[in-house]
Protein backbone atom coordinates (compact mmCIF):
# COMPACT_ATOMS: atom_id res chain seq x y z
CA UNK A 1 0.00 0.00 0.00
CA UNK A 2 1.39 3.28 -0.93
CA UNK A 3 1.26 5.93 2.62
CA UNK A 4 0.32 9.55 1.81
CA UNK A 5 3.07 11.72 0.39
CA UNK A 6 4.82 14.88 1.97
CA UNK A 7 3.41 17.39 -0.98
CA UNK A 8 0.26 16.77 -1.28
CA UNK A 9 -0.93 16.18 -5.27
CA UNK A 10 -3.70 19.15 -6.31
CA UNK A 11 -7.01 17.78 -5.55
CA UNK A 12 -9.26 18.33 -8.47
CA UNK A 13 -12.89 20.76 -7.35
CA UNK A 14 -14.89 18.83 -9.89
CA UNK A 15 -17.50 17.04 -8.44
CA UNK A 16 -18.80 13.63 -9.13
CA UNK A 17 -15.71 11.64 -8.59
CA UNK A 18 -15.24 8.76 -9.58
CA UNK A 19 -13.73 5.92 -6.88
CA UNK A 20 -10.48 5.70 -8.54
CA UNK A 21 -9.87 9.62 -8.31
CA UNK A 22 -11.06 9.52 -4.84
CA UNK A 23 -8.77 6.97 -3.58
CA UNK A 24 -5.51 8.68 -6.01
CA UNK A 25 -6.52 11.98 -4.28
CA UNK A 26 -6.82 10.20 -0.47
CA UNK A 27 -2.92 9.08 -0.82
CA UNK A 28 -1.94 12.52 -2.54
CA UNK A 29 -0.80 11.30 -5.32
CA UNK A 30 -0.48 13.16 -8.78
CA UNK A 31 -1.90 11.29 -11.78
CA UNK A 32 1.90 11.01 -13.45
CA UNK A 33 2.96 9.94 -9.54
CA UNK A 34 0.14 7.16 -9.11
CA UNK A 35 0.92 5.97 -13.02
CA UNK A 36 4.66 5.59 -11.62
CA UNK A 37 2.95 3.72 -8.73
CA UNK A 38 0.95 1.15 -10.98
CA UNK A 39 3.39 0.69 -13.19
CA UNK A 40 1.66 -0.49 -16.06
CA UNK A 41 -1.35 2.11 -16.46
CA UNK A 42 -0.01 5.68 -17.88
CA UNK A 43 -1.29 8.75 -16.63
CA UNK A 44 -3.07 9.66 -19.94
CA UNK A 45 -5.31 6.26 -19.71
CA UNK A 46 -5.72 7.78 -15.65
CA UNK A 47 -7.18 10.65 -16.61
CA UNK A 48 -9.91 9.18 -19.21
CA UNK A 49 -10.64 6.76 -16.36
CA UNK A 50 -11.11 9.23 -13.54
CA UNK A 51 -12.90 11.29 -16.43
CA UNK A 52 -15.74 8.72 -17.06
CA UNK A 53 -14.07 9.17 -20.68
CA UNK A 54 -13.35 5.67 -20.41
CA UNK A 55 -14.25 2.45 -18.54
CA UNK A 56 -11.36 0.55 -16.75
CA UNK A 57 -10.25 -2.97 -17.57
CA UNK A 58 -10.80 -5.48 -14.95
CA UNK A 59 -6.97 -6.22 -14.86
CA UNK A 60 -6.44 -2.32 -14.74
CA UNK A 61 -8.92 -2.17 -11.29
CA UNK A 62 -7.00 -5.37 -9.69
CA UNK A 63 -4.06 -3.25 -10.07
CA UNK A 64 -4.81 -0.01 -8.52
CA UNK A 65 -7.01 -1.93 -5.91
CA UNK A 66 -4.08 -3.50 -4.71
CA UNK A 67 -1.66 -0.68 -5.25
CA UNK A 68 -4.12 1.72 -4.04
CA UNK A 69 -4.18 -0.17 -0.74
CA UNK A 70 -7.95 -0.66 -1.50
CA UNK A 71 -9.96 -4.00 -2.46
CA UNK A 72 -13.20 -1.80 -2.41
CA UNK A 73 -12.38 -0.42 -5.77
CA UNK A 74 -13.18 -4.45 -7.12
CA UNK A 75 -16.13 -4.47 -5.70
CA UNK A 76 -16.90 -1.41 -6.97
CA UNK A 77 -15.96 -1.80 -10.59
CA UNK A 78 -18.13 -5.48 -10.30
CA UNK A 79 -21.32 -3.98 -9.04
CA UNK A 80 -21.53 -0.84 -10.89
CA UNK A 81 -18.99 -1.22 -14.12
CA UNK A 82 -18.99 -4.95 -15.52
CA UNK A 83 -22.20 -5.91 -17.20
CA UNK A 84 -22.49 -9.24 -15.59
CA UNK A 85 -21.43 -8.43 -12.10
CA UNK A 86 -24.38 -5.73 -12.62
CA UNK A 87 -26.84 -8.33 -12.56
CA UNK A 88 -25.03 -10.66 -10.10
CA UNK A 89 -22.47 -8.22 -7.39
CA UNK A 90 -24.12 -6.94 -4.52
CA UNK A 91 -22.53 -3.45 -4.21
CA UNK A 92 -20.89 -3.32 -0.58
CA UNK A 93 -21.09 0.22 1.67
CA UNK A 94 -18.27 -0.23 4.13
CA UNK A 95 -18.88 0.01 8.05
CA UNK A 96 -17.55 -0.31 11.21
CA UNK A 97 -16.75 -3.99 12.42
CA UNK A 98 -19.30 -3.59 15.25
CA UNK A 99 -21.91 -2.75 13.15
CA UNK A 100 -21.16 -5.25 10.58
CA UNK A 101 -21.62 -8.10 12.91
CA UNK A 102 -24.33 -6.37 14.53
CA UNK A 103 -26.39 -6.25 11.15
CA UNK A 104 -25.03 -9.78 10.53
CA UNK A 105 -26.22 -11.06 14.14
CA UNK A 106 -29.96 -9.49 13.70
CA UNK A 107 -30.01 -11.22 10.21
CA UNK A 108 -28.99 -14.71 11.68
CA UNK A 109 -31.44 -14.27 14.17
CA UNK A 110 -34.20 -13.07 12.04
CA UNK A 111 -33.55 -16.03 9.90
CA UNK A 112 -33.60 -18.58 12.50
CA UNK A 113 -37.03 -17.20 13.74
CA UNK A 114 -37.95 -17.94 9.87
CA UNK A 115 -36.19 -21.14 9.73
CA UNK A 116 -40.03 -23.12 10.21
CA UNK A 117 -41.46 -20.95 7.68
CA UNK A 118 -39.32 -21.65 5.24
CA UNK A 119 -39.03 -25.41 5.78
CA UNK A 120 -43.41 -25.17 5.42
CA UNK A 121 -42.60 -23.03 2.48
CA UNK A 122 -40.45 -25.95 0.89
CA UNK A 123 -40.72 -29.15 1.87
CA UNK A 124 -43.11 -30.17 -0.82
CA UNK A 125 -40.55 -29.13 -3.51
CA UNK A 126 -42.69 -26.61 -4.76
CA UNK A 127 -43.81 -22.55 -3.83
CA UNK A 128 -47.50 -21.89 -3.94
CA UNK A 129 -48.68 -18.81 -5.41
CA UNK A 130 -50.17 -17.70 -1.63
CA UNK A 131 -46.64 -18.85 -0.54
CA UNK A 132 -44.50 -16.52 -2.48
CA UNK A 133 -44.88 -13.11 -0.86
CA UNK A 134 -43.56 -14.93 2.42
CA UNK A 135 -40.79 -16.95 0.72
CA UNK A 136 -39.33 -13.86 -1.28
CA UNK A 137 -38.94 -12.01 2.35
CA UNK A 138 -37.49 -14.79 4.08
CA UNK A 139 -34.94 -15.02 0.70
CA UNK A 140 -34.49 -11.01 1.51
CA UNK A 141 -33.47 -12.02 5.18
CA UNK A 142 -31.01 -14.76 4.03
CA UNK A 143 -29.77 -12.47 1.53
CA UNK A 144 -28.71 -9.98 3.94
CA UNK A 145 -26.47 -12.57 5.81
CA UNK A 146 -24.93 -12.73 2.42
CA UNK A 147 -23.90 -9.16 2.33
CA UNK A 148 -22.97 -8.88 5.45
CA UNK A 149 -20.24 -11.90 5.32
CA UNK A 150 -19.14 -10.09 1.95
CA UNK A 151 -19.03 -7.12 3.98
CA UNK A 152 -17.22 -8.55 6.62
CA UNK A 153 -14.55 -10.43 3.60
CA UNK A 154 -14.13 -6.72 2.12
CA UNK A 155 -13.58 -5.30 5.71
CA UNK A 156 -10.74 -7.93 6.25
CA UNK A 157 -9.22 -7.27 3.41
CA UNK A 158 -8.88 -3.53 3.78
CA UNK A 159 -7.24 -3.75 7.01
CA UNK A 160 -4.62 -6.43 5.69
CA UNK A 161 -3.88 -3.69 3.11
CA UNK A 162 -3.61 -0.93 5.32
CA UNK A 163 -1.35 -3.15 7.20
CA UNK A 164 -3.20 -3.57 10.32
CA UNK A 165 -4.23 -7.21 9.95
CA UNK A 166 -1.01 -9.11 9.65
CA UNK A 167 -1.56 -11.11 6.28
CA UNK A 168 0.53 -14.48 6.99
CA UNK A 169 -1.58 -14.81 10.24
CA UNK A 170 -4.65 -14.49 9.06
CA UNK A 171 -3.68 -16.61 5.37
CA UNK A 172 -2.55 -19.47 8.05
CA UNK A 173 -5.45 -19.22 10.43
CA UNK A 174 -7.99 -19.68 7.09
CA UNK A 175 -5.80 -22.47 6.08
CA UNK A 176 -5.93 -24.60 9.01
CA UNK A 177 -9.66 -23.77 9.55
CA UNK A 178 -9.96 -25.23 5.79
CA UNK A 179 -11.15 -22.17 4.36
CA UNK A 180 -8.65 -20.36 2.05
Known amino acids: MVRKEAIMARASKKENKTVYQLRREELGLSRDKASELLEVIPPERIERIESGKFTAHPDEVLVMAEKY ?85 LWVEQKIAAGEIDEEAYKACREASGTQ
Open 69 to 153: GAPQLCNEYCANECEIGKRYVTPIRMKDLSQIVLEMLASVNAAKRLQEELIEITSDGVIQAEEMEDFVRIQDEVGKISVAAKTLQ
